[in-house]
Nanobody, 117 residues
């Protein structure tokens, strides 16, 4: 059974940083494409950052240069380092995994990030 457990969300002021973690079980991250999504109230879920199992990364234009996705294979954990946070980053952040890049998608329960101005 695949489980993704996010942590690290919270309330910060604009300009501050947060690091989100996603601990995976039942799936080996070196064989999975990983991603972080976010969903703000009343908005659709959107891709924030992704890392393929080959290590290729891509980012939403709105976070390029400020957010970094990384993995610790020994801990089977994926991270999202978020710097210079802006109020528009306020959302629930979800971890996503696709083993071997194929369906099904696995999702965590989400972690709330709130950035005050």
């Amino acid at each position: 059974q695949v489980q993704l457990v996010e942590s690290g969300g919270g309330l910060v002021q604009a300009g501050e940083s947060l690091r989100l973690s996603c601990a995976a079980s039942g799936i080996v991250l070196i064989f999975a494409d990983m991603a972080w999504y976010r969903q703000a109230p009343g908005e659709q879920r959107e891709l924030v950052a992704a890392m393929s199992r080959r290590g290729n990364t891509n980012y939403a234009d709105s976070v390029k240069g400020r957010f970094t996705i990384s993995t610790d294979n020994a801990k089977n954990t994926v991270y999202l380092q978020m710097n210079s946070l802006k109020p528009e980053a306020t959302a629930v952040y979800y971890c996503n995994a696709r083993q071997y890049g194929r369906a099904p998608d696995y999702w965590g329960q989400g972690t709330q990030v709130t950035v005050s101005s």
